[in-house]
């Protein structure tokens, strides 16, 4: 392992060993400061705390605010639920699949500048169909307009 990766996991542990190793907690900040939760750092928490290397595997597997690949730059999530999909999400995502060169509807494109995820409901049904970009709220799309919300992106 990089001994700058090394420095980071020190520092990981050494902020988190005092609250009696909340596996959470250790997870949110390798993804943090990683980009996404690598092998070799939950190979390394294993061996450092003496939890099993599944145990940090089930927590990663079972909430879906961690990843175990790298993710784009920017983060096209395509709400899913009954009202985005009756209005048009799959429509969404096989634009956005199209216009960036992905096979499937969870990808990441080649150049890491996006990853196109789908989520069961962002709690936004006035706004259906509704595409977050980061953090920004783009309601009311369709796959033409989503195209153009798109371009300062890229």
Known sequence: MIDQVEEILESIYSKNSSGGDNIIAILQDIQNE???IQEDAVDWFARRTGIPAS???????????????????????VCSGTVCHVKGAPRIVSRLQQDLHLKDDNGTTKDMQFTVE???CVGA???????????KVFGKQTP??????????K
Do not use: D, W
């Not at 990843?67 to 999530?77: A, Q, S, W």
């Not at 049904?125 to 953090?135: D, G």
């Open 118 to 120: 789908n989520v069961n």
């Open 144 to 153: 033409e307009k989503m195209i153009r919300n798109l371009k300062p992106y």
């Open 34 to 36: 990683l980009g996404y």
């Open 125 to 135: 049904c006035s706004i259906a169909p509704v595409v977050l970009v980061n953090e």
């Open 55 to 77: 145990r940090f595997y089930g927590v990663v597997t079972f909430y879906s605010q961690f990843h175990l690949t790298p993710r784009g730059k920017n983060i096209v999530t």
